[in-house]
């Protein structure tokens, strides 16, 4: 069964550690995408990735870092240099829906990240 | 900045009655909008996605959509307790390929 897959669901980290959240997907998909939400926040974008070896910043790139060097894989790293990264990650990837064909953007099951 | 907005609510209805959602958004340009539902504690799932102005109908779900207006509805017949949810609002960027650019959500509570 096609899907993505995000590990780990939560993660602990002292202030000052980089951390890299993982994500996978066999949906075949070439575009995908990493959010972070906050409490009473929409999502916002981190970085997005249209095709594989390329990736663009997003709306708050400060303090995160990604790879696209594999179609299916797309880890993000939060620096030390994020100066508020306690939150709850989201990874996406989007093309042609399951059912009807048209565009659509799936999302994983997400990577509660808690920094004391 | 292109913006999509909802009201936070919370939205109270009674188990049984229609539950109305709605949204804006800046973009004249959009064309793809997409509605999520998120359970606390959860990532949002895709429920509905509308391309073309007027209704789209899956199930108990209808969206509407009206670009001359830059309004975007979800509307939920015979609302149950599990439709208890935040229910997230989205349109594409095309600014940051085709990425999305969400609201803050509304929370819809229905009581049985």
């Known amino acids: 069964d096609g899907g993505i897959t995000q590990s780990p669901k939560y993660l602990f980290r002292k202030e000052g550690q980089n951390v890299t959240l993982s994500c996978e997907q066999n949906?075949?998909?070439?575009?995908m995408y990493w959010y972070r939400q906050d409490p009473g926040q929409g999502l916002r974008l981190i970085y997005y990735?249209?095709?594989?070896?390329?990736?663009q910043k997003g709306d708050i790139a400060e303090g995160y870092s990604v790879s696209r060097e594999k179609k299916e894989s797309f880890p993000l790293t939060v620096t030390s240099a994020q100066k508020n990264p306690t939150a709850f990650y989201l990874c996406?990837?989007?093309?042609?829906?399951?059912?009807?064909?048209?565009?659509?953007?799936?999302f994983g099951p997400g990577t509660r990240l808690t920094v004391t | 900045q292109k913006e999509v907005e909802q009201n936070s609510g919370p939205l109270s209805v009674p188990e049984g009655a229609i539950a109305s959602l709605n949204c804006t958004y800046s973009?004249?340009?959009?064309?793809?909008f997409f509605w999520y539902r998120q359970y606390s504690g959860k990532s949002p799932e895709l429920i509905m996605s509308?391309?073309?102005?007027g209704d789209k109908e899956d199930g108990r779900f209808t969206a509407q959509l009206n670009k001359a207006s830059q309004y975007v509805s979800l509307l939920i017949r015979d609302s149950q307790p599990s439709d208890s949810a935040t229910y997230l609002c989205?349109?594409?960027?095309?600014?940051?390929?085709?990425?999305?650019?969400f609201g803050k959500g509304t929370t819809l509570s229905v009581s049985s």
């Open positions: 989205a349109v594409i960027s095309y600014q940051a390929g085709t990425a999305l650019i």
């Open positions: 509308i391309y073309s102005n």
């Open positions: 973009d004249r340009v959009s064309q793809s």
């Open positions: 990735s249209q095709i594989v070896n390329d990736f």
């Open positions: 996406a990837s989007s093309g042609q829906g399951r059912t009807s064909g048209a565009y659509e953007q799936y």
């Open positions: 949906l075949n998909h070439d575009a």
